[in-house]
């Protein structure tokens, strides 16, 4: 038997076959080692499926040997393999990374459950981009929402539970949103396949429905997207979360849905849709701008370390968002090449936080003053994965930014406006890594505050191993554009 | 050692430098041979490369390309050779100085100073031989990143404070101003390299006129008004940062960078064809004004050193907005000549507070009989940036006035004569008042008290380089005249 040809399965039922055993696993540390060997698999099986995709196109996968569009099809082209490099990677570095950290949060007693929760969300969130089937796509981004919820509500802090109830109703408001569209979709057309849907509905003649299930769609995933005014249940989730699983769900989890909306917009809905542009454009224009307006402003008022980085998260989803609205190969590019860099940003800032906090205990701004003399090399990594969300040439952050802002300037009148919105914006981001960078260099630690030394070597090595992945993401592009201008073309190429 | 060996040498030696200083922290004496060395290999390196400058040989090094033809690389022009030999030399005269001054003010943090201090002068010759805008961008924020603990030295509320907006307004107006400028010239010349006769001949003029003003403005390090605030705000560092950077490697890789871009991205012909650098002749020139103006009711020596650095540097924007070969030769060699001058009268300033601890022009009366020596050189520094023989400050306004004559920009001569007299008032005034002003009673020591030994042979060593300037000129003349004028 060929293993390549079922790699696309194994991208998905490796975590969620693996997941059901560790939770067995009674030996202290031993859910973590499966868990995290087992990310490792994961990330291993997509770093080979992106090499078969980059040398011999776009995979179908006939689950159970049904042929589509009658059984599930799994579908890997370039965004999916660049989407399961970004979720498999985070998961692996996030758990290689957080074993100190993780132990101290959730402890051994919880940590088979835990573990077996995060191979779930792995599971999930691979099925999302690998899956082809509109419906198949429901069920996996509940597996993955269910999990995520354990995820944050593993954290030793009572509010993680609020937190977590209110992600818990409004993703799930998100998903059955998103499951009305779809059925508005079959009743219409008949069909779940994605490719197959896309076809049929040229003979559809009456498209009101369509029209309805888009807005549907797209407000329901906006919402698992955390695109705003729609964030809220976001930076309370980020905060509260196990400092570890942060790191993993602020580089992943939201990027899925963002996966889905730009599939089923560019797609599905643009080629057929009279209007479907000035639509897309008209709603997201708006509201991407407001994101990373407003995300960064309160950004930089915000004292807890978290929760700014999850109000940054909030700007950088809006710079995505903004990409997609201008509906150009340079702006999706953009946006697709975003994703990946910063998911690279955001898990080294997390996991530099995951360390200041496993020694500090703390991720109040204030408790943390003057951290810089004691803990350098973790300081010395979040500044520079913070130069790289600010956009600083030579980081992966200024790649992305780039593109965003050519394909600004490319726009017309508008373009201008838009892109000096991302430059204000890029100047608040200055504002607050620099308050972060002034209270730990510049500040004295406060009185009685507790004695702090270097987190351990295994943290820092993969925070470091992160944060440098920024500086060769920033300078050696052929990976992640080669991947992200292919997928461009391939989405737009369907739609027009 | 082949040209590229060089710039990779010259580039990485203040690096180890700063390593160097790093370790040795513990052994002042060690640490500050550490610099020395340092900062003479680093001359010996770059002074190698100027003969083949000369020569008309352009030195190029790739280091590595990015996205869409964009790259990290170097190559070394007249102006890049000019700023980066200036930039190199003065690091050992400003290193001599620091000795003095540090130690006898006792400052806490040297080994911090030393290393930050290597660390600024590895990105001003980043920013000299950077051979894209991008690259220039990459050095020139790492220059204000790696000054910012140098201005905040003293580390009480009130220093923090004014480093902060030292900080803020080069970063803000980097990133909101020059780094739209620069994609915006990429999305029009799908380029960033320095071409002679510039990139970006088919844009039309109205737009050629904003780009230009996002650049003036966006180079904050140039100081034009109404950026130029951090620089005055900036004179709470140590004297020797407000000596080396404030009158050399910062604001000169600001004055450089528009001066370069003027030459090497806009080019003279598609400027003055468009007309699009008229009003920048005329912020440039109020500049030069206003800021001798202010530098005239400022009692503390290093604000009116701060102000006269601000009218200084608009003369050099206003060569390069003069857009003709002899006003962009004026403006490089004035990089060199009020570099020489600044930086002794900068040096001079700290040399008083060292011995008598005074900081305010009217308390400098009498003193001259005290420090003889430290008045002598703040009269030379001070002839020689008003612009008249035998010091180098004559040359470059020679130039630049002929270069107004040539553009038929009679608003510029002007200015350049009325701030001519301005200068006399407000910087001949401090020897003045030195020399032939009684003392106020009792408040002046009994025989001579100078500075430091170390502070006094820097000081001697710039203002002899004044004199330099003025007889030697020849070899800085042929250098600019090199650069592309047409």
């Given at each position: 038997m060929n293993l390549d040809a079922h790699l696309p399965i194994l991208q998905i039922i490796v975590p969620l076959m693996t997941a059901p055993v560790v939770s067995l696993?009674?030996?202290?540390s031993l859910p973590w080692a499966a868990a995290t060997v087992t990310s490792g698999l994961a990330f291993a099986v997509a770093v080979t499926l992106t090499g078969q995709v980059l040398a011999g196109g776009p995979m179908s996968y006939a689950l159970g040997g049904w042929v589509p569009p009658y059984g599930i099809e799994l579908y890997v082209d370039h965004f999916s393999a660049l989407l399961l490099l970004i979720i498999t990677g985070a998961s692996t570095v996030a758990l290689a990374f957080g074993k100190a950290s993780l132990d101290q949060e959730v402890g051994h007693e919880r940590a088979p459950m835990f573990y077996a929760a995060w191979l779930l969300v792995v599971a999930g969130l691979c099925g999302i981009v690998a899956t082809g089937d509109a419906f198949n796509l429901f069920v996996f981004l509940e597996i993955s929402s269910l999990a995520t919820y354990v995820l944050i509500a593993s954290a030793p802090d009572r509010r993680a539970l609020m937190a977590t109830f209110r992600y818990l109703i409004l993703g799930t408001v998100g998903a059955t949103f998103y499951l009305i569209g779809v059925g508005l979709i079959y009743m219409m057309t008949g069909t779940l396949n994605l490719a197959d849907m896309t076809d049929r509905i040229a003979e559809v003649g009456e498209l009101r429905p369509v029209l309805v299930a888009a807005g549907f769609i797209t407000v329901g995933l906006a919402l698992k997207a955390a695109m705003f005014p729609l964030h809220a249940w976001m930076p309370n989730a980020y905060t509260f979360a196990p400092h570890a699983a942060t790191a993993f769900l602020a580089a992943c989890s939201t990027k899925a849905a963002i996966y889905v909306l730009i599939r089923f917009d560019l797609t599905v809905f643009l080629p057929h849709l009279s209007d479907h542009a000035e639509q897309v454009s008209g709603f997201f224009i708006p509201l991407a701008v407001l994101a990373f307006l407003i995300g960064s402003a309160v950004a930089v008022f915000e004292r807890n370390l978290k929760r700014m980085l999850g109000y940054s998260s909030v700007a950088q989803i809006g710079y995505i968002l903004l990409g997609l609205a201008l509906l150009s190969p340079l702006a999706l590019t953009g946006a697709i090449v975003h994703l990946f860099n910063h998911a690279l940003m955001k898990s080294a800032l997390f996991m530099a936080v995951a360390c200041l906090a496993f020694r500090a205990?703390?991720?109040q701004l204030p408790d943390l003053a003057g951290c810089g003399r004691a803990m350098p090399l973790t300081m010395g990594a979040f500044v520079l994965a913070g130069l790289s969300m600010i956009g600083v040439?030579?980081?992966?952050?200024f790649v992305s930014k780039w593109y965003l802002i050519l394909a600004c300037l490319e726009y017309g009148p508008l373009g201008y406006v838009l892109a000096g919105g991302i430059l204000v914006s890029s100047l608040l981001a200055v504002a607050y890594v620099w308050k972060v960078v002034e209270a730990a260099y510049f500040q004295p630690r406060p009185e009685g505050a507790r004695e702090l030394r270097e987190a351990p070597p295994a943290m820092l090595a993969v925070l470091w191993l992160v944060a440098l992945g920024n500086v060769w993401f920033g300078i050696d592009t052929d990976l992640t554009l080669g991947l992200a201008e292919q997928a461009a073309a391939t989405l737009l190429g369907d739609g027009s | 050692m082949s040209p590229e060996t060089t710039i990779v040498a010259a580039l990485v030696t203040p690096l180890i430098g700063a390593v160097g200083i790093a370790l040795t922290g513990r052994l002042p004496n060690l640490r500050e041979s550490v610099t020395l060395v340092t900062a003479g290999v680093l001359a010996v390196l770059v002074w190698s490369l100027v003969p083949q400058v000369m020569a008309g040989a352009r030195p190029e090094l790739l280091v590595t390309t990015m996205l869409g033809g964009l790259s990290i690389a170097f190559e070394i022009e007249p102006l890049g050779m000019l700023f980066g030999a200036l930039a190199a030399s003065l690091w050992i005269v400003n290193s001599i100085y620091s000795i003095g001054y540090m130690r006898g003010n006792d400052e806490k943090h040297q080994t911090r100073f030393y290393v930050c201090f290597a660390i600024a002068i590895f990105a001003a010759l980043g920013v000299a031989f950077a051979g894209n805008l991008l690259t220039l961008f990459v050095f020139y924020e790492v220059l204000t990143i790696s000054t910012y603990p140098l201005v905040s030295h003293k580390g009480d509320p009130a220093t923090v404070r004014s480093a902060r907006v030292y900080l803020g307004i080069l970063l803000s107006t980097s990133i909101g101003l020059l780094l739209p400028a620069m994609i915006w010239t990429y999305a029009e010349a799908g380029t960033l390299d320095f071409t002679a006769g510039g990139i970006l001949g088919d844009v039309a003029g109205p737009a050629l006129g904003v780009l230009l003003g996002l650049y003036a403005f966006g180079i904050g390090k140039a100081a034009l008004m109404p950026v130029h605030r951090w620089l005055p705000s900036a004179m709470v560092a140590p004297t020797p940062v407000s000596a080396l950077?404030?009158?050399?490697?910062v604001v000169k890789a600001g004055v450089f960078t528009v001066l370069k871009v003027v030459v090497y991205v806009f080019g003279l012909d598609t400027l003055t064809e468009a007309g699009a650098q008229q009003w920048l002749v005329w912020v440039s020139g109020g500049t030069v004004v206003l800021a001798s103006l202010i530098a005239m009711t400022k009692d503390n020596l290093k604000a009116r050193l701060a102000y006269s650095t601000v009218s200084q540097l608009s003369y050099i924007v206003l060569g390069a907005a003069l857009a003709t070969a002899s006003g962009v030769i004026g403006a490089a060699m004035h990089i060199a000549t009020h570099a020489a001058g600044k930086i002794t009268l900068f040096f001079c300033a700290g040399a008083i507070y060292t011995a008598l601890h005074r900081t305010e022009?009217?308390?400098?009366?009498?003193l001259g009989r005290t420090m003889p020596f430290t008045f002598a050189a703040f009269t030379v520094g001070a002839i020689s940036i008003i612009g008249l023989p035998p010091f180098g400050g004559a040359w470059s306004k020679w130039f630049l006035t002929l270069g107004a004559l040539e553009a038929g920009e009679l608003f510029a001569v002007a200015v350049l004569m009325v701030s001519s007299l301005l200068n006399i008032v407000y910087l001949l005034q401090i020897p003045l008042l030195a020399f032939f002003r009684a003392p106020a009673s009792g408040s002046v020591p009994e025989g001579v008290q100078e500075a430091p030994l170390p502070c006094l042979i820097a000081i001697g060593i710039t203002s002899l380089l004044c004199v330099v300037l003025f007889f030697g000129a020849d070899p800085l003349y042929e250098l600019t005249r090199l650069l592309p004028s047409s």
């Open positions: 696993l009674r030996v202290p205990g703390s991720v040439p030579l980081t992966a952050g | 950077l404030h009158a050399v490697a022009v009217s308390e400098l009366r009498g």
